[in-house]
């Protein structure tokens, strides 16, 4: 009983000394280990990972635009003609031919004459100025502010011959504004009415290189007249009933060819 009672006593004493060896001291629990502190400065100091990077957009190339090309107006102005035109002294056919412009050149425009429609242009292939006649030019270029020239005195006739260029030969142009001062005479007075047509074609001349006209009526010629004339007495044609058109035309003609027919048409009465 005694050695059971030892026995007991010596291991509580055995495992209270032992339990005393194991009590952490105060200086062990206050100071961080050196790990903890590494483990500390780490965990603040390293960069977040998980920052996302930036995202880099494209950007749209700008597309070309094409620049308008500028198109110029000749600062001088400039003539050519469709039928090779003479150009005179002054703005008629009473005034000198000094040069011609020909199909296929092109003059330059140096002033106007407003009343009469005329161009004042350089000569065609010598020196000083000449009026061109309008009737068959194209110009182009800015005419606004060409010098207005005066109609010069009317030249007066000298026996001396004055040396012309002759143009090339072309066609002659059509003539213009046909017309007819009707008389017509009473055959029958009675309904229904008969009439013989008459009277006078009148035209313009359209063109200074004729030959002559041809008169036409009803699409067939009646007769020729000759050059720079611009009148013709019809003789009597009918009778014809009331309101009944004949046409009559005119045609210029050279040895280079005819000009296009005019026509007008005469009813009676």
């Known amino acids: ?83 090779n035109t003479n150009c005179r002294t002054g703005p008629s ?17 140096v002033g106007k004459n407003t009343q009469t429609g005329y161009w004042i242009i350089n000569t065609p292939g010598s020196t000083g100025t000449c009026w061109l006649f309008n009737g068959y030019a194209t110009v182009t270029g800015n005419t606004a502010n060409l010098q207005e020239y005066s109609i010069p005195p009317t030249p007066t006739p000298s026996s001396t011959p004055t040396a012309t260029l002759t143009p090339t030969p072309s066609i002659p142009a059509p003539v213009n504004n046909p017309t007819i001062t009707k008389n017509c005479a009473v055959v029958n007075p009675v309904p229904p009415q008969t009439f013989l047509y008459q009277g006078v074609l009148n035209w313009e001349d359209g063109s200074n290189n004729e030959d002559g006209f041809n008169i036409y009526r009803n699409g067939a010629l009646l007769t020729s007249v000759p050059a720079n004339t611009t009148s013709y007495n019809l003789p009597p044609f009918g009778p014809f009933p009331i309101n009944l058109p004949v046409q009559y035309g005119v045609e210029a003609f050279n040895t280079t060819g005819k000009a296009a027919i005019k026509v007008v048409i005469m009813t009676c009465p």
């Open 93 to 109: 056919t009473q005034y000198d031919i000094i040069g011609a412009l020909l199909v296929g050149q092109v003059g330059t425009v």
């Open 1 to 83: 009983m005694f050695r059971k009672l030892l026995t007991l006593t010596t291991s509580l004493f055995m495992v209270t000394v032992l339990a005393a060896c194991n009590l952490p001291s105060a200086d062990s629990e206050s100071t961080p280990t050196p790990d903890s502190v590494a483990l500390t400065i780490t965990a603040i100091s390293a960069p977040n990972t998980d920052t996302p990077a930036p995202v880099i957009l494209d950007t749209a190339t700008p597309e070309f635009t094409a620049t308008p090309e500028f198109t110029s107006t000749p600062s001088i102005p400039q003539v050519t003609v469709s039928v």
